[in-house]
């Protein structure tokens, strides 16, 4: 059982910045890889980064490779999404994840997520 909580997200101008963090808690050894997903209005849910806890390897969708840099603080259990250059395609809410070894979940990364954060909204205007 992980619990996951977002924050950070605001509203930008086209070419800006933010910075998302998400802090877990309970129980996170159950969980290697964490995660960012987003979904825009009308659009499909997708997935954005991805990182494995141990390792550190990154992984990132197309449309945000070179402008978003995902990170982690192991000390403080917290993931961060750095993004840059923001596009007002990159409005949407945005939701942390945790990898979940259970039937269900979304899939990003060769990873399947299934613990996931309330969202946090990106608004770039």
């Known amino acids: 059982h992980v619990q996951l909580v977002e924050s950070g997200g605001g509203s930008v101008q086209p070419g800006g910045s933010l910075r998302l963090s998400c802090g877990a808690s309970?129980?996170?050894?159950?969980?290697?890889?964490m995660g960012w997903f987003r979904q825009a209005p009308g659009k499909q849910h997708e997935g954005v980064a991805a990182v494995q806890l141990g390792g550190g390897q990154t992984s990132y969708a197309n449309a945000v490779e070179g402008r978003f840099t995902i990170s982690q603080d192991n000390a403080k259990n917290t993931v961060y999404l750095s993004m840059m250059n923001l596009l007002p395609e990159d409005t949407a809410v945005y939701y942390c994840?945790?990898?979940?070894?259970?039937?269900?979940?979304?899939?990003?990364?060769?990873?399947?997520?299934?613990?996931w954060g309330r969202g946090t909204q990106v608004t770039v205007s």
């Open positions: 994840a945790a990898q979940r070894a259970a039937n269900g979940g979304r899939w990003f990364a060769g990873v399947q997520f299934g613990y």
């Open positions: 309970g129980h996170t050894y159950s969980s290697n890889c």
